[in-house]
Each structure stands twice: as C-alpha cells, then as structure tokens.
C-alpha cells in the first residue's frame, strides 16, 4: 500500500527554521517526484516546492512565495523528503501536504498524498 | 504564471442531482488539468487527470472534459459522500503548478 507521511511540523517563531520530513513506503521511491504543497487556515491549495527524481536529475523547483527561503532535497536510500524552511514569516503558517508525482509526458499529477503536518509561525 | 479560475465558487445540490464544476485557464493548458477532492481536515485526493482520465478506484459518477482553456468536471448522481470541496490544477507549466480557488459542493 502507497503511503506518505509528513512529520516535522510545530509552532515557531518568526525568522527561525524548521525541517518537514515526508517518509514514503509502498513503492519504489526513487521512480517518483515529490512535491510539497500547503494550505492556510481557511484558504485554498498552494504549490510550494517540487524535486524529480535523481534519474531527471533530482532538479528542483520553488514557487516565488518561498524561493530563496526553502529548499526541498530528498534521500533515496531512506525514502523520505525533505522541506527546509528558513527565515519563516506569519503567512507561512499552514498545514503542509507532501505528494508523489506521477508522470505523462513531461507533465506531473499527484496521486498520492500525506494526512498534512501544521506549521504555525507566531511570536 | 497561468491563473486559473472556477466557477461556482459554491454550489447547493441535493442527493442524485447532476454536478458540473467549470475551471478556465488564463492561456492554453492542452489537457494538462487535473481534478481533486478535499474533505474537511483531510488530505486532497486526486479525482481525473489529464482532463478526462478517471484516477484507479474513483468511482465512475465522476467524469472530466475540456481541452485548451476550459475545462469541467461532472459528478452524474450526486452521493452524500461526495459532499466537499473541489479544485482544479493545471500542470501545463510544471513544476509551476497552480490551482483553481475551489468548489465548494454542499447539501441542499
């Protein structure tokens, strides 16, 4: 059975750091992309961060709302993602949804998802 | 960055009514749109793909159309359990992906 796990989240202060860590089984992770999605309170779905697999390079990808501040990595060999988040402001806060990307052509959907991991950034 | 936009925003139905949900994108997407269902404090899961491919184990009341700019998602029946919120997501310009604003389906 696929499944993915997000673990890592918590109340932080602004302008501090916090590592989200997706944990997969189920499935040959290496084969997949991996995204990192989130929702704030009340609000709809936002992209935030993408990562191919190691065969396409391992290239990765950040929306504008967090480039420069996040970096996504993965390791194989332990089957999980991660999400390092730095200088974390207040409109941060959400619970971030890790996913699994499968591919058609060259374009990504996502078929898998984690429960979500809340991250509430507040002084 | 291609914006897309749904339509209604919220909609009231009843048990066995027919649903359509309509996404419109900013600029051409081919067929590059995908559909999710999101359950109050629960996970997105992923509904039809590529437009019209119904993701495995989906029930077949749901269906999806459209190519270019604009799209829509079809619920044939409508089932209580089927009562959430909907989105759209274009992946034309992956990794950059974007969805729609959502749909909420509620109970009449």
């Known amino acids: 059975e696929v499944q993915v796990v997000e673990s890592g989240g918590g109340l932080v202060q602004p302008g501090r750091s916090l590592r989200l860590s997706c944990t997969a089984s189920g499935f040959t992770f290496g084969d997949y992309a991996m995204s990192w999605f989130r929702q704030a309170p009340g609000k709809g779905l936002e992209w935030v961060a993408f990562i191919t697999r190691k065969a396409l390079g391992g290239t990765t990808e950040y929306a504008a709302s967090v480039k420069g501040r996040f970096i996504v990595s993965r390791d194989d060999s332990k089957t999980i993602a991660y999400l390092q988040m730095n200088s974390l402001r207040t409109e941060d806060t959400a619970v971030y949804y890790c996913s699994r990307g499968s591919r058609v052509v060259t374009k990504y959907y996502f078929d898998y998802w984690g429960q979500g991991t809340l991250v509430t950034v507040s002084s | 960055d291609i914006q897309m936009t749904q339509s209604p925003s919220s909609l009231s139905a009843s048990v066995g009514d027919r649903v359509t949900i309509t996404c419109r994108a900013s600029q051409s997407i081919s067929s590059y749109l995908n559909w999710y269902q999101q359950k109050p404090g629960k996970a997105p899961k992923l509904l039809i793909y590529v437009a019209s491919t119904l993701q495995s184990g989906v029930p077949s009341r749901f269906s999806g159309s459209g190519s270019g700019t604009e799209f829509t998602l079809t619920i044939s029946g409508l089932q209580p359990e089927d009562f959430a919120t909907y989105y759209c997501?274009?992946?034309?310009?992956?990794?950059?992906?974007?969805f729609g604003g959502g749909t909420k389906v509620e109970i009449k």
């Open positions: 997501q274009q992946s034309y310009s992956t990794p950059s992906l974007t």
